[in-house]
């Protein structure tokens, strides 16, 4: 058993890393630029239930190493680490922010979170689609990624409440991850 608070969150941070990247490339729907994956799902989890830090940390990392392990990390993965990563951090930040600030169930607050994390995921891949490839080609990254996240709010609001009933990860949403 872990004792160290520290400890345990930087265990269950190097878990959300591999979990998003295990999610990530599980389940691999092809797309034009890329794939339709699982693994926002656990970018959007990583931000709200690590906080933001760790989540960025967890979700851009886990994520980048799906690109790597799967042949797209040229020229995909630094991209997508940034990309990741914020997404996970803005999505933290709202699901805590929003906490404070009202009386917004979980839920809501994670749909919040989960709509900002798209939106940066979209908005991302269609600026770097359309460095790399052109205007059209950055623009047609477009619809795939926006099925792709909110196929990942999906996902993330069905394994929410398991995720929280585990004594060591609700602390980490109870407290906020105020450090962060």
Do not use: E, W
């Not at 998003?20 to 034009?32: R, S």
């Not at 995909?76 to 990741?84: D, E, F, M, N, V």
């Amino acid at each position: 058993m872990i004792r160290n608070r520290k400890t345990k969150d930087l265990v269950i941070t190097a878990l959300f890393t591999a979990l998003t990247c295990v999610a990530t490339m599980v389940i691999q729907i092809p797309t034009l630029n890329g794939y339709i994956h699982l693994g926002d799902s656990l970018v959007i989890l990583s931000g709200v239930l690590l906080g933001p830090l760790s989540g960025a940390f967890a979700g851009g990392i886990g994520s980048m190493f799906a690109d790597l392990l799967t042949g797209y990390f040229i020229p995909y993965g630094p991209a997508t680490l940034l990309i990741k990563a914020l997404a996970a951090l803005l999505a933290g930040l709202i699901f805590h922010k929003v906490k404070m600030l009202s009386a917004f169930n979980a839920y809501i607050r994670l749909i919040l979170a989960g709509t900002a994390a798209a939106f940066v995921v979209v908005i991302g891949y269609g600026i770097f689609g359309i460095l790399l490839y052109g205007f059209a080609a950055g623009i047609a990254t477009v619809l795939p990624n926006l099925f792709q996240v909110l196929m990942g709010i999906a996902g993330a609001m069905i394994f929410f409440p398991f995720l929280t009933k585990i004594p060591d990860i609700s602390q980490l949403v109870k407290k906020g991850s105020s450090k962060q």
